[in-house]
């Protein structure tokens, strides 16, 4: 079945740490993407990647890293610069020019204390 | 810029009630408006979609018309199931600068009752 994974679905970690969610997708889609969900907020947007080895700042990059070494890959780093990382971070994928859908992994519930 | 507006819940209804959840949007151009469905705990999963003026889009009993001249995509169900629980989601998708911009509304809470 194609589709896109995140792992893990919670993560818990004290303030100060730096922590990795995993996104992976099997879908052969060029552009992978990262969106921050808090309550009464709707989504927002971290980090994009059109294609390997290329990512670009979204809306609320600040605190956060990325990489895309490998099409099917885009972990999300959250260092401990973000101010306020507990949230709900959900990881996209689209086929890019021929294709409007983005389409979404699980979501990783982060908890930071 | 881009905007989405989305009528703020939660929308509390009885089952077989008649669902609306209003959503107008702002952009430049042509954008494509979908609208995307979470349940609890969940990622979000693509509900319905409409790529150009006057497109209906439809799934599981739910539609919604893009109306390009009042710049609304109004979701519409005849009659709602307690399974329909959920967030709703309106967004619309451009694609600019070579990549799918997407901007979503707050999101719709909606809770269906026995």
């Known amino acids: 079945d194609g589709g896109i994974t995140q792992s893990p679905k919670y993560l818990f970690r004290k303030e100060g740490q730096n922590v990795t969610l995993s996104c992976e997708q099997n879908?052969?889609?060029?552009?992978m993407y990262w969106y921050r969900q808090d309550p009464g907020q709707g989504l927002r947007l971290i980090y994009y990647s059109q294609i390997v080895n290329d990512f670009q700042k979204g809306d609320i990059a600040e605190g956060y890293s990325v990489s895309r070494e490998k099409k099917e890959s885009f972990p999300l780093t959250v260092t401990s610069a973000q101010k306020n990382p507990t949230a709900f971070y959900l990881c996209?994928?689209?086929?890019?020019?021929?294709?409007?859908?983005?389409?979404f992994g699980p979501g990783t519930r982060l908890t930071v204390t | 810029g881009n905007s989405v507006t989305q009528m703020e819940g939660p929308v509390t209804l009885s089952e077989e009630a008649f669902l609306t959840i209003n959503c107008t949007y702002t952009a430049t151009g042509y954008p494509s408006l979908f609208w995307y469905v979470q349940y609890p705990g969940e990622g979000l999963q693509l509900l319905l979609k409409a790529t150009k003026a006057d497109d209906k889009g439809s799934n599981k009993g739910f539609e919604a018309t893009y109306r390009k001249e009042t710049t609304s995509f109004h979701l519409e169900k005849g009659s709602v199931q307690v399974s329909d629980s959920a967030v709703y989601f309106c967004?619309?998708?451009?694609?600019?600068?070579?990549?799918?911009?997407?901007?979503f509304g707050i999101g719709t809470k909606l809770q269906v009752i026995p």
């Open positions: 967004a619309l998708i451009r694609y600019s600068g070579g990549y799918q911009k997407v901007t």
């Open positions: 996209a994928s689209g086929g890019g020019t021929h294709s409007y859908e983005q389409y």
């Open positions: 879908l052969n889609h060029d552009a």
